[in-house]
Nanobody, 123 residues
């Protein structure tokens, strides 16, 4: 069973940057496809970004528009989401997810989920 632990959520000003992390533990594989989702108050959870197990392929939600970058360090079993040019509408709980597929972008394709980390962007 894979456990995912997010960290790095914070309160930042609009226009600022933040990097959140997700450490995976307990798995039997050396790497998983990883993804980030977010859920704002009163809204459904939405896809933010994903990276393939090899790290060679990435996907982003339409709203990202070049502001976020997903990466992974297999040696550290850690995935990152670098967020730049943050906007108040980016305020949400950000969830890390891991998939045993080679790449995944939809919630049902992910097998493991973290508890989330709060990102708040002030105007």
């Amino acid at each position: 069973q894979v456990q995912l632990m997010e960290s790095g959520g914070a309160l930042v000003q609009a226009g600022g940057s933040l990097r959140i992390s997700c450490v995976a533990s307990g798995g039997t594989r050396t790497s998983y496809a990883m993804g980030w989702f977010r859920q704002a108050p009163g809204k459904e959870r939405e896809f933010v970004a994903a990276i393939s197990w090899s790290g060679g392929t990435t996907y982003y939600g339409k709203f990202v528009k070049g502001r976020f970058t997903i990466s992974a360090d297999t040696a550290k079993s850690t995935a990152y989401l670098q967020m730049n040019s943050l906007k108040p509408e980016d305020t949400a709980v950000y969830y890390c997810a891991a998939s045993e597929h080679s790449i995944a972008t939809k919630e049902p394709q992910f097998h493991y989920w973290g508890q989330g980390t709060q990102v708040t962007v002030s105007s």
